[in-house]
């Protein structure tokens, strides 16, 4: 077992994991890590079952030693990671040797989300079933909390992965390019009028630096409701809500479980992973698509990675 301590936490990093099922019913958020496809990258790269947890690091700003040799693996964003001042490669297998520092700087601009594997794994208590930890239900991960200078994380093993394991080029992805993201319509969909959907569909929205593990606020043109008060309804990951001033959020896994304003849709779920890593300004662009099409190419996904 090593024993790796936080040096540095400076905005926001927590232990998450796929996060909690069937939960919102009790009032409880989703949670788990936003990018999933780094998540199951970085586990795969250190030899861990997919699911294991990892630290999510949001932005940078954050470094960590460990007593013991112990190997782990950064994907996602790209933070200028640094052992001791040498540069370390994202997405690709290392070994932290005790003594040395793992240093995230702050992000390239190419990702906001990066995720910090372990071999074996943290030892972190399950709640729900999950590891995933909310800071506002102070449930979940490290006490309840983002991680801080100071705290103490013990792994489950300490045996060193060799050799080192590297991601093809062809799959990292490019976090620097305009998005298209399909929407299945669905909740208020028809109730909009067709302006309102015809603007929703073919105009050019962007992301805001209004977003956090929440949602997404989007920059646009505005999306107008004439059909006045809605009931409060269950919200799925995905769902793009319109606020009372007509501005598309896209909700992430803290998003609230009911939600009252009317819902254009829901996009797909491989088409998140790479809106939580756009920059603010990234531009992007709605299509609707097939749910049926849109199904069966997450299961692919889940299968490929032996998720249920």
Not at 48 to 61: K, L, S
Not at 62 to 77: E, K, N, Q, Y
Not at 132 to 147: D, P
Not at 220 to 241: E, R, T, Y
Request: glycine share 8%; aromatic share 10%; proline share 7%.
């Amino acid at each position: 077992m090593a024993k790796l301590t936080v040096t540095r936490a400076d905005f926001f990093a927590s232990i998450q994991d796929l996060g909690r099922r069937r939960t919102q019913h009790l009032g409880l958020a989703q949670s788990g890590v936003a990018d999933e496809y780094a998540f199951f990258r970085a586990n795969y790269l250190v030899g861990n079952a997919v699911t294991t947890p990892v630290i999510e690091i949001i932005t940078g700003f954050f470094s960590i030693t460990t007593d013991s040799p112990v190997t782990m693996a950064l994907t996602g964003a790209d933070m200028s990671a640094m052992v001791n001042n040498a540069p370390v490669r994202p997405w690709q297998s290392f070994v932290l040797m005790p003594g040395k520092v793992l240093e995230l700087k702050n992000t390239t601009g190419m990702g906001l989300f990066s995720y910090l594997a372990v071999k074996g794994g943290f030892d972190i208590p399950l709640c729900f079933k999950s590891a995933s930890t909310v800071e506002r239900e102070s449930l979940g991960g490290y006490h309840g909390r983002k991680l801080a200078a100071g705290d103490e994380l013990s792994t489950i093993l300490d045996r060193p992965l060799c050799p080192t394991l590297a991601t093809p080029p062809d799959q990292i992805p490019q976090f620097d390019k305009p998005l298209t993201l399909r929407l299945m319509p669905g909740y208020d969909h028809d109730n909009f009028s067709e302006q309102s959907q015809k603007t929703f569909f073919t105009s050019e929205y962007a992301t805001s630096n209004k977003m956090d593990r929440t949602g997404i606020r989007l920059s646009g043109p505005p999306i107008i409701w004439q059909k006045g008060d809605i009931l409060s309804k269950p919200v799925a990951l995905g769902v793009v809500q319109i606020t009372n001033d007509g501005t598309p959020v896209v909700l992430l896994k803290e998003r609230q479980s009911p939600g009252g304003y009317p819902m254009m849709g829901v996009v797909s779920r491989l088409d998140l992973f790479r809106l939580v890593q756009a920059f603010p300004d990234t531009p992007l662009r709605f299509s609707p698509a097939d749910p049926v099409r849109l199904r069966a190419e997450l299961i692919r996904f889940y299968n490929f990675w032996g998720v249920a």
